[in-house]
């Protein structure tokens, strides 16, 4: 079994790492800074903290004109008040000028668990994903999370990272690079392909090793770079495999599925399946149980690659 | 007419070494003839525009001008220059206003004017700070200038730079709940380099704002939230002046003034008519307003 480690601790140990390398990084939270682990920078450069209490709004705009004056600032919350809550915000103050703000949340997904509903960010993918020029990134690991916030504080412009509340399995080791833009062949094959961002890396790992006893032989891709999407991979992947699955915590609105749809509608098309919320929120339960009732388990892919490849 | 360059908002631009800090010597009466000026061009580009909001760009008149004439460290021939003071007009729907003092500091020509809301022009109907040379930030969603402005200041503070930074907000824009989200950081970051100036011209779009979402007590609320407040009258270049050097001597804690003034300013037929919020002047209104601005 392998270890699993909070997303979120890694993106705290990595602020801490780049406020040491680069006076510029500053960091806004809204009153969650021990749930997002921005707390961890707090306390060691607390001059550059600034704990906007319960105002999200207004940390996503003080974060833009801290950008326009140069700095590189980090503002965290949880993904269900960003940006959802500030879509206006981030819409006008950072997404119009591209300006360098980089917006990293915790507890995206159903995988919040008991707090229900209204902590259960299941459409912010769409929206953020809306703006042009946001770079969207859900990592599957904590190896991958410290690299990806590596990744976004030495590119210049708007970039969203969505992390995960529950610890999560590796999926990596120390050697992995995160390339930004780039999809990750987590596993070769050559019968239909699985794309799947964040927590459903793994399970579509697991959903690919127990169909090979079926002799169904599948290629997993890691679209962890949601936007801009790697194509290129997609449409490899498409015309290679002759049938895509897509598996994300997120509604099937506006997410990883509708953006492998429209590379795939113009350039390959294929039999498609779309492992996602199906216009439907959830309720609160245990992660585990939350991902069964709502069909996001390794066993739900497994249906969904059997029925694409029925379909070529 | 050609865009300007894209603005690389933290890069220093090799112009600064030779580009001059705006000064004017502009006694009252000049800068009273300046008021008319922009008053002028503010009637004439929204009527060529045929849309545009000449109401609440009237009553920031003499606001702006105290700012870039008497206040303002600035280079309108660099306006990046890390050190210059910062305005950020977050009642956005005033870009007529800002447009044609920045023309008149030299930012752009005075031709650029009369390209307002067309097709490639630079000056966009609601500020853009992408294409417009001077324009800090893209407003016009109300009520995020005055965060947007902190971050500019606290920017400022982490930096050791001295520059200050103004904020205008409408009074109407008041009635947007991250105002006051802003109003609390801003007392509690303890941001003494941040101004906010409020125009308060009593209008917004539906009509009075005692009758559509009153913000009595204004000032007081201000003092609530733990902010310095100065009053002064909005169409006295000397009033403004008077506040905007008081509140540079303010330490540890924000300040606002509040500047009472007349929407549609000078044009009698547009003055308290809150008609003309969003309406721009017909071709005859045109005309007729010019002759009172003679």
């Not at chain 1, 015309?239 to 390959?268: D, F, Q």
């Not at chain 1, 439907?280 to 066993?299: C, N, V």
């Given at each position: 079994m392998a270890e699993e480690f909070y997303l979120r601790q890694a993106y705290g140990e990595t602020l801490v790492e780049l406020g040491g390398e680069n006076p510029d990084v500053v960091v806004l939270d809204a009153d969650l800074s021990r749930s997002t682990r921005t707390r961890l920078f707090a306390d060691k450069f607390p001059e550059r903290f600034f704990n906007c209490g319960i105002a999200e709004q207004n940390m996503v705009s003080i974060a833009a004109g801290l950008a326009s004056s140069g700095k590189i600032p980090f503002a965290s919350t949880f993904a269900v008040f960003v940006p959802g809550r500030c879509f206006d915000q981030i819409r006008m103050s950072i997404a119009q000028p591209r300006l360098n703000v980089k917006l990293v949340v915790g507890h995206g997904g159903i995988s919040v668990g008991e707090d229900g509903t209204s902590h259960q960010s299941i459409e912010d993918l769409a929206l953020i994903g809306s703006l042009p020029g946001f770079t969207v990134i859900v990592p599957a690991d904590a190896i991958e999370t410290a690299q990806a916030v590596r990744a976004v504080a030495a590119y210049l412009g708007p970039c969203y990272i969505r992390l995960c509340r529950p610890k999560a399995p590796l999926v990596y080791d120390q050697s992995y690079r995160f390339k930004l833009g780039k999809a990750v062949e987590m596993r070769q094959g050559g019968d239909a392909t699985i794309i799947a961002?964040?927590?459903?890396?793994?399970?579509?790992?697991?959903?690919?090793?127990?169909?090979?006893?079926?002799?169904?032989?599948?290629?997993?891709?890691?679209?962890?770079?949601?936007?801009?999407?790697?194509?290129?991979?997609?449409?490899?992947?498409?015309?290679?495999?002759?049938?895509?699955?897509?598996?994300?915590?997120?509604?099937?609105?506006?997410?990883?599925?509708?953006?492998?749809?429209?590379?795939?509608?113009?350039?390959?098309?294929?039999?498609?399946?779309?492992?996602?919320?199906?216009?439907?929120?959830?309720?609160?339960?245990?992660?585990?149980?939350?991902?069964?009732?709502?069909?996001?388990?390794?066993?739900?892919?497994?249906?969904?690659?059997?029925?694409?490849?029925?379909?070529? | 007419m050609s865009l300007p360059e894209k603005r690389n908002p933290s890069s220093t631009s090799a112009q600064s070494v030779k580009a001059e800090v705006f000064s004017s010597s502009a006694s009252v009466a000049e800068m009273e003839a300046i008021a008319k000026r922009l008053r002028r061009h503010i009637v004439t580009m929204t009527g060529k525009a045929g849309s545009g909001h000449p109401g609440g760009s009237l009553s920031a008149v003499e606001i702006l001008i105290a700012l870039y004439f008497k206040v303002l460290k600035h280079k309108p021939q660099d306006p990046h220059w890390p050190d210059r003071d910062r305005f950020i007009l977050s009642k956005g729907h005033a870009a007529p206003a800002l447009y044609a003092t920045l023309a008149e500091c030299g930012y752009f020509a005075e031709e650029e004017l009369l390209t307002l809301r067309q097709m490639d022009s630079c000056l966009q109907g609601h500020t853009d700070c992408t294409v417009t040379p001077g324009v800090e930030m893209s407003a016009g969603a109300l009520g995020q200038g005055l965060s947007f402005a902190i971050g500019v200041a606290l920017a400022g503070r982490l930096n050791a730079k001295d520059y200050r930074v103004y904020a205008l907000l409408g009074d109407g824009e008041c009635d947007e709940g991250q105002v006051w989200e802003a109003a609390m950081a801003a007392a509690h970051f303890k941001v003494d380099k941040l101004v906010a100036i409020v125009d308060n011209n009593g209008q917004q779009i539906d009509g009075w704002n005692r009758d559509v979402m009153s913000l009595d007590p204004f000032p007081a609320k201000w003092q609530a939230f733990g902010w310095q407040v100065i009053e002064a009258d909005g169409h006295s270049i000397p009033q403004l002046t008077q506040a905007l050097d008081k509140v540079r001597k303010i330490k540890g804690q924000p300040a606002v003034i509040i500047a009472h003034t007349i929407k549609g300013k000078g044009v009698s037929f547009m003055e308290n008519n809150p008609h003309f919020h969003g309406t721009a002047p017909t071709t005859d209104e045109v005309k007729l307003a010019l002759k009172e601005l003679e």
């Open positions: 961002i964040g927590l459903m890396v793994k399970a579509a790992l697991e959903a690919a090793e127990s169909l090979k006893g079926e002799g169904i032989d599948c290629r997993v891709l890691n679209m962890s770079t949601l936007k801009p999407i790697d194509e290129a991979a997609i449409i490899q992947a498409a015309a290679e495999t002759g049938a895509i699955v897509t598996a994300e915590e997120h509604l099937e609105h506006g997410g990883l599925g509708s953006a492998v749809a429209r590379v795939v509608a113009r350039h390959k098309p294929v039999p498609m399946e779309f492992i996602a919320l199906k216009d439907t929120y959830a309720k609160s339960g245990k992660p585990a149980e939350l991902f069964e009732r709502y069909g996001l388990t390794a066993k739900d892919i497994e249906r969904a690659v059997r029925s694409a490849i029925k379909r070529k | -």
